[in-house]
């Protein structure tokens, strides 16, 4: 699939085909991130730092568990 690379103001932007705009479900406005991997990049609707970040915090609800049901008491 081919994306084309225009000129938006002062600013470089990527016009996504209509079919990847729905399998990502993301519209006009939309935020999505890149992120770069050994072979290019990655666009995502997602932030894979927030993604990271909670994953983190669920490892430490479940290691304090116990604490936290305490203090929400």
Sequence with gaps: ???TVTKI???TGVILPKAVTDRLKVKQ???VFLTETPTGYTVTPYDPEFAEQME????GMQE???ALHE???
């Design 29 to 31: 406005g939309d935020i």
């Design 1 to 3: 699939m081919r994306a």
């Design 9 to 11: 103001g002062n600013s």
């Design 71 to 73: 203090l929400a008491k």
């Design 64 to 66: 304090y568990r116990n």
């Design 56 to 59: 983190a915090a669920r490892c």
